[in-house]
């Protein structure tokens, strides 16, 4: 890496050799970039909405070795992404780096998935967030109740709210972001404090590091498939830190800034995540009350926090993971919108010009609504199931958009190793050990794509007795009918016309074409 300070048109340059002009706002900075991912993974939200997917497949032990198994190996995925981000800082990312390494063919199916991942996280965000913003509304007197109805109507209300609010402009969101990230690394330290001397009693380290439940639910494997089912919790939080890379065209210095942004969000994630869920792990009341749908309503750390904590503190930390979760959706939007309107610039969306339209104030405001409603749309099914299964459509939301994710991130990860040495770094690079990271990468991925098409409620396997279509994960149906229908629409029609990124401005005279082109 270069000890030189960027001039303010490098970033203007650079973008003009991957081909395109400066049309968005260049007005964020490294800490921005940082923390617009930092919130989107936001460990106050994947980390306590989804908590229950993990208490029930492997219990307290998916916790205290899911976390950490999971975040050494996000790690490697999110430094093999890093030296991407570092030579190609477009909005596009992914689909970007896909199209470039391996043709347009990639590119398209790079881009699909990631659009659609990012559609499901926003929708998985701000359905959680609606789950703990009605119980805040509760608490504080205003409740309008805490049953499904009243869960997806915040839902709505929230999801219009981000919209709105991304609408704004690009300086409110660099903002919003940077107050995010402060209010996540002290609301992870407000829990921790508070739980770890507040709670009426803790569990032993024996409980915490040891104690398993079995809910594998497929006749073999007993508490080892539950407890790799179980990496869905920590897994579906760590995604989103893709946001960096779609930020780069609003970012200061983006070849270095959006890579550090990418591995300091999964490191911080990582360990403050780590204290968080052993806090709330230490703090269980009943093991037995806290898996009872009955009594937790499928989320668990609300029971934990109501039942360990007397009522204002119980309060408080609800009011902090709303927040958080608040500003985790909206910054969702804003990275999904990036992504949408960079797709939309190089003609791979129907209706490409009415999405990649900008407003006044240089925000793909279209593709902010496009984004919205979608994500709507992804979760009505958690009203057409009984109210019972609502956290069933929950966590296959999450399966969706952790699946589409990371095989959008595996694509270009694979495509930089078939490129080899011939492949053009950029100022932050991995060296010799881009070919271990990116291995290492894609047999994890491939290892989670598998697990996360399983049902995680015991009655979504036909084989089981009291087998319900109300309990099986729609992720892979969702997944096969979403892609194969995108697949159809490749040989039938895009394959003719597609050719990948078009560029929007002359390369600038003495430069050489990036690698792959």
């Keep these: 890496m270069t000890a030189t300070q960027p001039r303010p048109d490098d970033d203007e340059r650079r973008l003009a050799e991957l081909g395109y002009k400066q049309e968005l706002a260049r007005s964020w900075s490294g800490f921005s970039n940082f923390a617009i991912s930092f919130t989107i993974v936001s460990i106050l939200t994947g980390g306590l909405a989804s ?8 219990g307290p032990i998916t916790m205290a070795w899911g976390w950490p198994l999971v975040s050494v190996m996000v790690l490697f995925v999110g430094l093999a992404m890093a030296e991407l981000a570092s030579a190609y800082p477009t909005s596009g990312g992914l689909y970007w780096w896909a199209s470039e390494l391996g043709g347009p063919v990639w590119g398209w199916f790079t881009g699909w998935f990631n659009l659609i991942g990012q559609i499901a996280v926003t929708a998985a965000i701000d359905y959680g967030a609606a789950v703990f913003t009605t119980v805040v509304l509760d608490v504080i007197g205003v ?9 997806f109507l915040v839902f709505a209300g929230i999801i219009v709210l981000h919209a709105v ?7 409110l969101s660099a903002v919003i972001n940077n107050v995010s990230a402060w209010w996540h690394v002290g609301g992870v330290a407000v829990f921790v404090l508070v739980l770890g001397f507040g709670a009426h009693h803790h569990q032993s380290v024996g409980f915490v590091f040891t104690k398993t439940v079995d809910n594998s639910a497929i006749g073999f494997g007993g508490v080892a498939v539950s407890f790799l089912l179980g990496l869905l ?4 939080t760590f995604t989103g830190y893709d946001a960096s890379a779609h930020m780069s065209e609003e970012t200061h210095d983006a070849s270095r800034t959006a890579a550090k942004g990418i591995i300091n969000t999964i490191v911080v994630s ?3 995540g780590y204290l968080l869920i052993m806090a709330v792990t230490f703090a269980i ?4 009350d806290s898996l009872d749908p009955t009594k937790n309503s499928g989320y668990p750390v609300i029971y934990i926090l109501q039942n360990s904590l007397n009522s204002f503190w119980s309060g408080l930390l609800l009011i902090i993971a709303a927040m958080a979760q608040l500003f985790c959706g909206y910054a969702s939007v804003t990275a999904a919108s990036r992504m ?3 797709f939309a610039r190089d003609r791979a969306v129907p209706g490409s010009k009415f999405w990649a339209r900008l407003s006044a104030r240089k925000v793909p405001v279209h593709a902010v609504l496009f984004v919205s409603v979608f994500a709507f749309i992804l979760l009505i099914p958690s009203m057409l199931v009984p109210e019972a299964n609502a956290p069933t459509a929950y966590a296959a939301a999450t399966s969706v958009a952790t699946i589409g994710l990371y095989i959008a991130y595996g694509i270009p990860i694979l495509l930089r190793l078939r490129h080899g040495e011939r492949f053009q770094t950029g100022p932050w690079q991995l060296g010799r ?3 271990p990271v990116g291995v290492i990468s894609l047999v994890w991925i491939v290892i989670i794509s598998v697990l996360f098409i399983l049902p995680t409620d015991d009655h979504g396997y036909p084989w089981v007795d009291g087998f319900t279509w109300n309990a099986v994960n729609y992720a892979p149906l969702t997944l096969v009918g979403v892609v194969g229908a995108i697949a159809v629409w490749w040989f039938v029609s895009a394959r003719r016309w597609f050719t990948g990124p078009k560029r929007t401005v002359e390369e600038p005279a003495g430069t050489e074409a990036p690698a792959g082109s």
Excluded: K
């Design 51 to 58: 908590y229950g997917i993990g208490l029930q497949n492997g």
């Design 143 to 151: 409740g309008i109740g805490t049953d499904r109805n009243a869960i």
């Design 165 to 171: 609010l991304n609408v704004i402009g690009p300086h």
């Design 233 to 236: 919790h920590a897994q579906y």
């Design 270 to 272: 990582a360990i403050a």
């Design 285 to 288: 009341p009943s093991l037995d």
């Design 340 to 342: 949408l309107f960079a």
């Design 433 to 435: 050990w881009y070919l």
